[in-house]
């Protein structure tokens, strides 16, 4: 997709997780094309453009209710939200602490219907709107170690595609992207022979980038997939496939 022809010109947008990775990737896609961003997270993010950092701590329901605020005070109803904020806190199911359970879903799966209960109502009277959250080729097919982490993200496409439904007929569109391995700062701490491994399991021969990722997060909040609903987009050179 050509960068700058301005196709979110207008729109506003929330994107959680908007420090860094894939999140930071997405609000320098959404800022290019034209957009008003929201950014959520903890720690503070600063971008060139129609920028607005708010300090939210996604995993408290208090924080999230205050940075909606925010948001609905200074623009009314949000055009698009995008849930990408998450965590990992790995490890085999039976030595894995139970608030290493907790965290990750509610961080990772929970944040997602809080902010989306507050955001989708809103859409709905507005008759428009588009909702993106971000999963991981994990919530497909689970991963050793990672049951916590693929429950969250796998719950999470589970929730996309019944809002889908419940907001369709609104004009409410709700996807997916499930990105595979990404370079971001999850994946610098692995050597080389644990990236080479990585790269082995990937047809395309390579992680992605999160410019990538944030591509396919673009075209789905966009009005280029104005026919686009319920549906998971996986971003990760072919693992699935």
Not at 62 to 79: H, M, N, R, Y
């Amino acid at each position: 997709m050509n960068k700058n022809q301005g196709i979110l010109k207008g729109k506003t947008a929330i994107v959680t997780g908007a420090s860094r990775g894939i999140g930071a990737a997405i609000v320098e896609s959404f800022l290019a094309e034209g957009a008003v961003v929201y950014g959520f997270s903890r720690s503070k993010a600063e971008f060139q453009g129609d920028f607005h950092w708010i300090e939210v701590d996604v995993g408290d329901a208090e924080s999230i209710e205050q940075g909606l605020e925010k948001v609905f005070e200074a623009v009314g109803t949000p055009d698009l939200l995008v849930n990408n904020a998450g965590i990992t806190r790995d490890g085999l199911v039976f030595r894995m602490k139970e608030s290493d359970w907790e965290d990750v879903l509610r961080i990772n799966l929970t944040s997602a219907f809080r902010i989306s209960k507050g955001v989708a109502l809103r859409m709905a009277k507005a008759r428009s709107g588009a909702i993106v959250n971000i999963s991981s080729v994990v919530g497909i097919t689970g991963n050793g170690g990672q049951t916590n982490y693929a429950a969250s993200k796998a719950g999470l496409i589970g929730f996309s595609k019944s809002l889908a439904r419940e907001l369709a007929s609104r004009g409410v569109r709700v996807n997916v992207v499930a990105p595979g391995f990404v370079d971001t700062s999850m994946t610098e701490s692995l050597n080389d022979k644990v990236k080479e491994e990585l790269a082995g399991k990937i047809p395309l021969g390579r992680t992605a980038k999160p410019e990538e990722v944030a591509e396919a997060v673009l075209f789905l909040a966009s009005d280029h997939s104005s026919y686009i609903t319920g549906q998971v987009l996986a971003v990760d050179g072919g693992m699935t496939m």
